[in-house]
């Protein structure tokens, strides 16, 4: 047996979602897996038309507001997002190739938007503090992707939503830092140009040093990455919106609303009760004894950290990282005003419950929500019961498994054939991918494209005890074999 079949055999193992799209696309293209990421078409319980009004203000303060007129006319004809992105700087290149992957689904509108959750620190795994650097350190293939940050260490527990903008002293230490780890053997010389060509043109540029908060400096330089991976032009803009602020926006009328979905599912006791005993200790919900995750919200404390809450009666409370105890009332208006104010974002659960259980927002995730999201919703059908089954069965109707996990079309050929992941850093610094590479993305073999991916993922999918010595730097060598779009470049 191949490494390569190994690990497959060994993400399939544990991982439900691989194992399931491996059974039934293994050797099938990229274009049959996009083929079936389609919004769902069953009635939703709540009208989506506040939904596209919030998604178009959020998008009209980074794009304007003929871009959100078009975003809301997309999502109109086809209510379908990804949503296992994070907001920030994205160089992560298992959620930039998926991301490239959804506006290749047949009849993709000419805007693909992302909602991306900023509620997760600078230094979560797609790494917005800095850059994800697809380039091995001193040449060795297991050890990569390398982090040079950008933002000042004293702020990677703040959320992103959060973040200080960045200035041109933190791109100068950037490049700076850059440079002497070129000196040291510990990147390429190709590795030194993408990345510089990005800190000084991209986050370096006068314009996007002008804007004033680090959300619209993010959404630019996402775009100039983006842009640059393509030698002719993306095949669909990129608009990048963050999550929090258009579900705080939906909450503000939810809660209000004793016909909503979120107001029976909090304030209703009997319901309320099921919820949490019935997703206490679920992936990315709560455990109550002993206290882990947050319930229905995060708090955030003074330096921008969220703070997690648990529900006493009817108090929502939690403790800062500098023991200040936070804590509101669980009722409509009070939660309101706090959302409106930033005081409170919206948990992963309260996210989704909002957008895709309550207005039936078709949300492609990667290997966990498509794990979580149908628990989740299980959950909710079951906490309403017959009391609610109108609305029990309209939630049971939502999709919960549409994904792009852990595929990857593009790769990096180094010298000597063997193959590592690409990011945008790497994409741009190689030219970026001409009309035909864009064309050969989706004829790449959904089990090729599995294994591409897996230098960058497959550690999150097994356990580190089941994986084989040295697996990256073998895969990485034996993938040579393996079909994708390569990038040719030099060391």
């Known amino acids: 047996m191949t490494l390569g079949a190994h690990v497959l055999d060994l993400a399939a193992r544990h991982s439900p979602l691989v194992r399931d799209t491996l059974r039934r696309l293994a050797?099938?293209?990229?274009?049959d897996l996009l083929a079936g990421l389609r919004p769902g078409r069953a009635r939703p319980w709540q009208d989506r038309d506040d939904l596209y009004a919030a998604v178009a203000e959020r998008t009209a303060l980074s794009y304007g507001p003929e871009v959100a007129a078009e975003v809301a006319a997309d999502l109109r004809a086809q209510p379908i997002v990804p949503t296992s992105n994070h907001f920030g700087v994205d160089t992560f290149a298992d959620s930039v190739q998926g991301t490239l992957l959804f506006a290749l689904r047949p009849g993709a509108p000419r805007n693909v938007v992302v909602l991306g959750f900023g509620s997760v620190s600078l230094n979560n795994l797609t790494y917005p503090m800095g850059l994800r650097l697809y380039d091995p350190r001193h040449g060795e293939l297991g050890a990569l992707p390398q982090r040079l940050p950008i933002q000042p260490n004293r702020d990677k527990h703040r959320t992103v939503l959060?973040?200080?903008?960045?200035?041109?002293?933190?791109i100068d230490r950037a490049r700076a830092r850059l440079a002497r780890m070129r000196r040291a053997g510990e990147v390429s010389a190709f590795c030194e140009r993408s990345a510089d060509d990005v800190l000084h043109r991209m986050y370096g540029s006068p314009e996007t040093l002008a804007l004033p908060s680090h959300g619209l400096q993010a959404t630019r330089v996402n775009t100039a990455l983006w842009e640059g991976m393509f030698q002719a032009g993306p095949?669909?803009?990129?608009?990048?919106v963050?999550?929090?602020p258009i579900c705080a926006a939906l909450l503000s009328k939810d809660l209000h609303d004793p016909g909503s979905l979120i107001h029976q599912l909090f304030f209703v006791p009997r319901v309320r009760a099921a919820l949490l005993a019935g997703l206490d200790g679920e992936r990315?919900?709560?455990?109550?004894?002993?206290?882990?995750?947050?319930i229905f919200f995060w708090g955030l404390g003074a330096d921008g950290r969220r703070v997690p809450l648990a529900l006493d009666g009817d108090l929502l409370t939690g403790v800062d990282e500098h023991g200040r105890r936070l804590e509101w009332k669980f009722r409509p208006e009070e939660l309101t005003q706090a959302l409106l104010a930033g005081h409170l974002l919206p948990s992963l659960f309260t996210c989704f419950a909002t957008l895709a259980f309550a207005r039936g927002l078709s949300c492609v995730g990667g290997y966990y929500q498509a794990t979580y999201?149908?628990?989740?919703?299980q959950g909710v059908v079951d906490a309403l019961g017959e009391e609610f089954w109108d609305m029990a069965e309209a939630v049971a109707q939502v999709p919960t498994g549409l994904h792009l996990a852990s595929l990857q079309a593009v790769a990096r050929a180094l010298p000597g054939g063997a193959l590592v992941p690409a990011g945008p850093v790497e994409i741009a610094g190689a030219g970026g991918l001409s009309p035909a590479d864009v064309a050969a993305l989706?004829?790449?073999?959904?089990?090729?494209?599995?294994?591409v991916a897996f230098p960058d993922v497959l550690d999150h999918l097994v356990p580190a005890g089941d994986l084989p010595s040295g697996w990256a730097a073998g895969?990485?060598?034996?993938?040579?074999?393996?079909r994708a779009v390569r990038l040719e470049t030099t060391s």
């Open 162 to 170: 959060t973040a200080r903008p960045f200035d041109a002293a933190m």
């Open 442 to 451: 989706t004829r790449v073999p959904v089990r090729d494209a599995h294994v």
């Open 235 to 240: 095949p669909a803009r990129l608009v990048q």
């Open 475 to 482: 895969l990485a060598s034996e993938s040579g074999s393996r």
């Open 284 to 294: 990315a919900c709560w455990q109550r004894d002993p206290a882990r995750g947050t």
């Open 373 to 377: 999201l149908p628990v989740m919703r």
């Open 27 to 31: 050797d099938a293209p990229l274009a």
């Open 242 to 244: 963050a999550i929090e």
